[in-house]
T-cell receptor, first 107, second 114 residues
């Protein structure tokens, strides 16, 4: 069993839709990261969370430490949001990654 | 503020050769971590360096090694290359490391082993 599970693996949406990507983990963590990877490989850090909720523009990330679960929400999705979204947890000073969620937003 | 710079961006090697990849972190960042990304295994942690010391290492064979210089620039080396080492190698810099701070990734070095 993977320590970090993401769902769904693939997601398609129409422009303007509300998107939710989920991340569950099975170990005690120090922090959780949400990352965005565009075609070509470059990775951008979206959020780092250890509790509660963070918001940046149209992106919202939440974490529930007791339930070992985090969600990334995208409001009013746009084709430029098309990318792979990766959840990563900091465990024993290492990052463990989920397998990613491939999001395609169509106009 | 300059971002994280990785060189070379692309390289092709043959089995048995060795390769050295370089990562220049954001100025002021003392932590550099390295990751391997493959279609089959996804992203995996290789190791982290902080102030010239290896602070942590992932589950990779001893053929994978690295170092960090006094200016925080880091190199990773893979010796006796195997076909399975073909991957995108990414580095990330952060202020404090250990996955507890915001990570800034380079564009990656794409290695193909023939």
């Amino acid at each position: 069993k993977n320590e970090v599970e993401q769902s769904p693996q693939n997601l398609t949406a129409q422009e303007g839709e509300f998107i939710t990507i989920n991340c569950s983990y099975s170990v005690g963590i120090s922090a959780l990261h949400w990352l965005q990877q565009h075609p070509g490989g470059g990775i951008v850090s979206l959020f780092m969370l250890s509790s509660g909720k963070k918001k940046h523009g149209r992106l919202i990330a939440t974490i529930n430490i007791q339930e070992k679960h985090s969600s990334l929400h995208i409001t009013a999705s746009h084709p430029r949001d098309s990318a792979v979204y990766i959840c990563a947890v900091s465990f024993t000073d290492k990052l463990i990654f989920g397998t990613g969620t491939r999001l395609q937003v169509f106009p | 503020k300059a971002g994280v710079t990785q060189t070379p961006r692309y390289l092709i090697k043959t089995r048995g050769q060795q390769v050295t990849l370089s990562c220049s972190p954001i100025s002021g960042h003392r932590s550099v971590s390295w990751y391997q990304q493959t279609p089959g295994q996804g992203l995996q942690f290789l190791f982290e360096y902080f102030s010239e010391t290896q602070r942590n290492k992932g589950n990779f064979p001893g053929r994978f090694s690295g170092r960090q210089f006094s200016n925080s620039r880091s190199e990773m080396n893979v010796s006796t290359l195997e076909l399975g080492d073909s991957a995108l190698y990414l580095c990330a810099s952060s202020l404090d490391g250990r996955g507890l701070g915001e990570l800034f990734f380079g564009e990656g070095s794409r290695l193909t082993v023939l």
